[in-house]
């Protein structure tokens, strides 16, 4: 009946799988065992000595000393030569060790010897260690408050809430620090605990009772980075579309540069932040942030009106969804730089749209 139930080689096939797969767990080998050292056989007993009272001569070379003693034959030796007198060098002076370090100093590079030498070590101190910056703000969780009701929570917060404040050097210092962004450390280390521009939309949006998980997650631990097609063709492409945005604008402003921007903390909302991805400087309309944004669905296309952030005004022009997450995004931007424009540039590989968008103070 087994054989006919077609089943009796799987089983064996089964059961032999389990037989070898017990007998390989159980087996181990040589580089699995710790290491151990075993002495010859005809050792009973092993004395452990210095190296230099340890004779290392074969039993060959034995032997035949031996043989030679009994025999009277003078055993030839290598003769020693003499060893040559160590010249005995002088140590340095103060003087030639100052002449040594500064011409290292001036070599271009970092030696390490020099971070611990006086009156060269200031070199390697961290910057962030030399300038006042803004009070991290993940540093104001309290654990004792882990098993308080939301109504105590908030009561807490209002009472540290006032203490939350940055001055003008601190704000000055974190913009110049963390003009990397996203490459910065710094950078990601002020944004924790802050509301950024990116956020804002979703901070106005969701439930004051119950806000979503997922938005603290991301307003409180910036540093879990979130990675994908869209995310690398954004980062690859932004400095490509700057360029071509500042070639684009140089027609018609005079002596335009776009210039990096840092993180911007708010000096009367110290707890709102914001990031714009450069500023445009020209003769004719002073200074502007720049954001710039390569969807990643519209590569290879001409941009329309089916791109998610853009619509068609009253005129039928392409512009700014005011309801889209970038139009709070942008407003954020100039309300915490105390700037009146944004030019909002939304590019592809095939075209390129630029707005200049203004600063709405009822938004």
């Known amino acids: 009946m087994a054989g006919c139930g077609e089943t009796c080689t799987h089983v064996a096939a089964l059961m032999f799988w389990v037989s070898a797969t017990v007998k390989m767990r159980d087996e181990r080998t040589v580089t699995q065992k710790a290491a151990y050292w075993k002495p010859p ?110 109504e105590e929570i908030r009561d807490k917060c209002c009472s540290i809430f006032p ?98 921007s840092g993180l911007h903390i708010s000096e009367t909302l110290s707890f709102i932040a914001a990031s714009p991805d450069g500023f445009v400087h020209c003769d004719c309309c002073g200074v502007s942030c720049l954001e710039v944004k390569c969807p990643y669905t519209k590569k290879g296309m001409m941009i329309d009106d089916s791109v998610s952030c853009l619509q068609k005004n009253s005129n039928g022009e392409l512009c700014l969804d005011i309801d889209h997450e970038y139009y709070y995004q942008v407003q954020t931007q100039m309300g915490v730089t105390g700037l009146e424009s944004c030019f909002f540039v939304v590019w592809t590989d095939k075209d390129m749209f630029i707005e200049l968008i203004s600063f709405d103070v009822k938004f």
């Open 41 to 150: 056989p005809n050792l009973k007993n092993v004395q452990y000595k210095e190296t230099s009272r340890i004779d290392f001569t074969s039993k060959k070379n034995l032997k035949r000393k031996f043989n030679d003693i009994l025999a009277g034959t003078p055993t030839v030796t290598q003769p020693v030569s003499a060893r040559k007198p160590k010249k005995k060098i002088p140590a340095p002076t103060t003087e030639e060790l100052n002449d040594f370090f500064s011409a290292l100093k001036l070599s271009g590079k970092k030696p390490a010897v020099l971070s611990i030498v006086p009156g060269f070590s200031d070199d390697y101190v961290p910057v962030v260690k030399k300038v006042h910056l803004p009070k991290l703000l993940n540093g104001l969780r309290n654990k004792d408050w882990d098993h308080l009701y939301d």
């Open 163 to 260: 203490n939350i404040c940055v001055t003008d050097e601190e704000v000055i210092n974190c913009e110049k620090l963390t003009k990397e962004q996203s490459y910065s450390n710094i950078w990601f280390d002020l944004r924790a605990g802050r509301i950024t521009a990116s956020n804002m939309k979703a901070v106005c949006r969701t439930d004051e009772s119950n806000p979503s998980k997922s938005l603290i997650k991301k307003i409180c631990y910036p540093h879990d980075k979130f990675s994908n097609n869209a995310t690398k063709w954004g980062t690859q492409n932004e400095k490509k579309a700057t360029r071509q945005c500042c070639e684009v604008l140089s027609t018609s402003h005079s002596n335009l540069r776009v210039e990096m």
